[in-house]
């Protein structure tokens, strides 16, 4: 695990000091924690994409992709990129915050069950940034861990970036900035230490056909493609998790 630890700003004074005299130890769990959560969100992600084609199939109704389906797909992607098994949780206080956002992943499925099996209609609107993005608020309402997806040209306002979160971004892009490593830093949130931590992502060829080219260019979603091309920088997800 490669974590960068840097304490910033008035309030970091003292724990800058810890950190830098080799006490890192709740940075470190919150950072392994950060890295775990981005994980299990892109597992979501990924079994929406999975599904996509048969969520947006007119044909059928009912879909059979319910809460419950969705969660077992999520819970076996995620064991195969961490080996950690949530259907045997440890009860330890990480897998309770995994456990909390795989239950807000549940609820955001349930939620649009009369989405998802609606007849006759194709393009739902259920794609994995909303499911993302729906599943980040509740995580957050749950745990008072803010995790959302961002991006420099974004399409849902509340997935603006913020100043550190821009500023992030602007590294992400930089040609030699190390491909794939999350950028984490210590900082005071609302005069309480946080870390912040951002993971970033690169465009496949599953999201040109979104965010791809012509630049301008309305996609099924109605939105307006930004012209990314394979492999660049496709905006990041953003976690804040307070520090006790
Ligand atoms: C079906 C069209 C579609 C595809 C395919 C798609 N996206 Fe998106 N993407 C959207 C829409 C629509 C939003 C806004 C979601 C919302 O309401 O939060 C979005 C939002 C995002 C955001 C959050 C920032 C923003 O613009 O609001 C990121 C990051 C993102 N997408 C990355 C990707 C990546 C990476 C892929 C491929 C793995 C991908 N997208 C595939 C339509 C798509």
Known sequence: M???????????GLLAWMLVMGNPVH?????ETGELLVKLVSAGRAV?????????????????????????????????KTNIDLSKPDGSAQTRLLLALLEAGREVVEDNQ????????GFKGFIPAVWGRLAG???GQKTGIKLKLTNMDYRFPGNKPDEFEAEVLKLFADANY??????????????KPALRMMAPEYAGAKCLGCHGEPVGERDITGNKKEGWKEGGLAGAISLVIPVK
């Open 2 to 12: 490669s974590v960068q630890v840097v304490a910033r700003g008035i309030g970091g």
């Open 137 to 139: 608020e509740k995580f």
């Open 114 to 121: 009369f989405k998802i099996n609606k007849q006759g209609i």
């Open 48 to 80: 929406v994409t999975e599904n996509q084609e048969l969520i947006n199939d007119a044909s059928k109704g009912d879909k059979g992709f319910t809460p419950q389906v969705f969660e077992k797909k999520q819970v076996a992607k995620f064991k195969e």
């Open 178 to 191: 190390p491909k794939g490593k999350e950028y984490t830093r210590m900082t005071v949130v609302n005069g």
């Open 27 to 31: 940075a470190a769990n919150e950072a």
